[in-house]
C-alpha cells in the first residue's frame, strides 16, 4: 500500500459525459501527479500540482483539467469523453515538487471505460 | 516521439536464471533514470534509480546499468523468482524548458517460471 488513494475504482460512461477522478496523497506529500495508461502506451504524464499550484503540464488535453485543493488532494476532470480516453489514471504523489531524488508513489488506479 | 523505449514487450525466463530488461532513451536532458515494478489492479512501485553521474547501481538481487554513450541502460535481476514477475517500466527524468519530466517507456512483461 502506496498510501495514495484513488477513487473510484472502476467508471463506466458514455461518450460525450464527463467524470471527475479523484485522488488523496500520501501524507506529508505536497505534489500530485496524474498519469494516463492506454492499452498500447506506457504511462503519459499529464499535469503535475504542488502545494495547490499548477507546476508541469505534459500531454494533457484541453477537454482534461486538474486542481489540487487546500487539504491537497486533487481532482481530474475529463469531459466531452470520446471512445479513445477508455484508459487507467493513475496518480502519483511526492513529498517535492522537483529534483531527481523526488520519489513519486503511486495509486492504485482508476479504470475509466467510456461506451 | 517516444523518448523512452522498452523494445521487448516481454520475457520469460526460468527461475534462478538472470532477467535482464533493457531500455533506451533519446534525449540527452534525461539525468536520472528509474526502474517501477507493476503488478496487475495496483500502481507502479519504485524499484531501483540510478543518476547519469553514475554507471551502476545495486540494490540486493537488482543492478541497474547505465550507458550514457548509448543512452541505453538495463535493470539485472539475479537470480529471478518467480514473484518477480510483473511489467517493468523503465522512466527518465529531466528537466527541459524550466520543466522537470519524467517520461515512462512502454513497459516489459516479465515471467519468470517455477
Known amino acids: 500500500d502506496s498510501g495514495v488513494t484513488q477513487t473510484p475504482k472502476h467508471l463506466i460512461t458514455a461518450t460525450g459525459q464527463r467524470v471527475t477522478l479523484r485522488c488523496s496523497p500520501r501524507?506529508?506529500?505536497?505534489?500530485v501527479y496524474w498519469y494516463q495508461q492506454s492499452l498500447d502506451q506506457g504511462l503519459q504524464f499529464l499535469i503535475q500540482?504542488?502545494?495547490?499550484?499548477?507546476?508541469a503540464k505534459g500531454n494533457i488535453l484541453e477537454r482534461f483539467s486538474a486542481q489540487q485543493f487546500p487539504d491537497l488532494h486533487s481532482e481530474l476532470n475529463l469531459s466531452s469523453l470520446e471512445l479513445g480516453d477508455s484508459a487507467l489514471y493513475f496518480c502519483?504523489?511526492?513529498?517535492?515538487?522537483?529534483?531527481?531524488?523526488?520519489?513519486?508513489?503511486f495509486g492504485p488506479g482508476t479504470r475509466l471505460t467510456v461506451l | 516521439d517516444q523518448q523512452v523505449k522498452q523494445n521487448s514487450p516481454s520475457l520469460s525466463v526460468q527461475e534462478g536464471r538472470i532477467s535482464i530488461l533493457n531500455c533506451d532513451y533519446t534525449?540527452?536532458?534525461?539525468?536520472?533514470f528509474l526502474w517501477y515494478k507493476k503488478y496487475p489492479a495496483e500502481g507502479p512501485t519504485f524499484l531501483i534509480s540510478?543518476?547519469?553521474?553514475?554507471d551502476k547501481n545495486e540494490d540486493g538481487r537488482f543492478t541497474v546499468f547505465l550507458n550514457k554513450s548509448a543512452k541505453h541502460l538495463s535493470l539485472h535481476i539475479v537470480p529471478s523468482q518467480p514473484g518477480d514477475s510483473a511489467v517493468y517500466f523503465c522512466?527518465?527524468?529531466?528537466?527541459?524548458?524550466?520543466?522537470?519530466?519524467?517520461?515512462f517507456g512502454k513497459g516489459t512483461k516479465l515471467t519468470v517460471n517455477p
Open positions: 502519483a504523489s511526492s513529498v517535492g515538487g522537483t529534483g531527481p531524488y523526488n520519489e513519486q508513489f
Open positions: 501524507s506529508g506529500d505536497l505534489s
Open positions: 500540482y504542488y502545494n495547490g499550484e499548477e507546476r
Open positions: 534525449n540527452s536532458m534525461f539525468d536520472y
Open positions: 540510478i543518476s547519469s553521474i553514475k
Open positions: 522512466a527518465a527524468k529531466g528537466t527541459q524548458g524550466g520543466s522537470e519530466k519524467l517520461v
